[in-house]
């Protein structure tokens, strides 16, 4: 089946500092791609669309300038938290949809990022 | 607002059928689905229903939807001890063309042996 990978899995960071995280579709092509939040015990969140070659759609509330969205390719997003505080504390999940197939997203495992 | 809503829990015997239900409020979603999380993981799609359809089978799982109703449920037969995880029911969003998914709190399954 199709497989989405993030890197890192998890990530202990200053605040202050940026943290990247990659979100990968390792074999299929993926035109748009999702960023979810996810904190504990708590369902998903949908913090943005990522859109291969153009802007991030970023859902109300979520601001754009602190959560950077790049797609530069149909396999990879990015998102980067920059200046993270405690609060951006969280689980951060990805999913893909194939080209091939829209209908279906295949979610990645999560990156756990902690802000000390 | 677009709002979907699960128990929170549930507790079931080994080997007892598990039923997890889920109401949704987007009429206009074309599907719905249920994926799992286990603790640490991210989420494992599990099966999805397209809303013309009012039910749906795949091995141990069966779905049914009420269109109606605007309520889901995730029928898992002869409930297994690896089957203890979060079940998220979700709804795709039509205001992005169906892409995104709104999720539900999840259910938290607990399977005694």
């Known amino acids: 089946g199709a497989v989405v990978s993030q890197h890192p899995s998890r990530v202990i960071c200053k605040s202050g500092t940026s943290v990247k995280i990659e979100c990968r579709s390792l074999d299929f092509q993926a035109t748009t791609m999702f960023w979810y939040r996810q904190f504990p015990k708590k369902s998903l969140m949908l913090m943005a669309t990522?859109?291969?070659?153009?802007?991030?759609?970023?859902e109300q509330g979520v601001e754009k300038d602190k959560f950077l969205i790049n797609h530069a390719s149909l396999t990879l997003s990015t998102l980067t938290v920059t200046s993270a505080h405690p609060e951006d504390s969280s689980f951060y999940i990805c999913s893909a949809s194939p080209v091939a197939d829209q209908e279906t997203q295949y979610f990645g495992p999560g990156t756990r990022l902690l802000v000390l | 607002g677009e709002d979907v809503e699960q128990s929170l829990f549930l507790s079931v015997r080994e080997g007892d059928s598990s039923v997890i239900n889920c109401t949704y409020t987007d009429s206009s979603s074309t599907y719905l689905y249920w994926y799992k999380q286990e603790p640490g993981a991210g989420l494992q799609l599990l099966t999805y229903i397209f809303s013309n359809m009012d039910m749906k089978q795949d091995q141990r799982l069966t779905v049914l939807l009420n269109k109606k109703d605007k309520h889901l449920s995730l029928r898992i037969a002869d409930t297994q001890t690896g089957d203890s995880a979060i079940y998220f029911c979700a709804e795709s969003r039509s205001d992005t063309g169906g892409r995104a998914l709104t999720f539900g709190s999840g259910t938290r399954l607990q399977v005694q042996p």
């Open positions: 990522s859109n291969e070659g153009s802007k991030a759609t970023y």
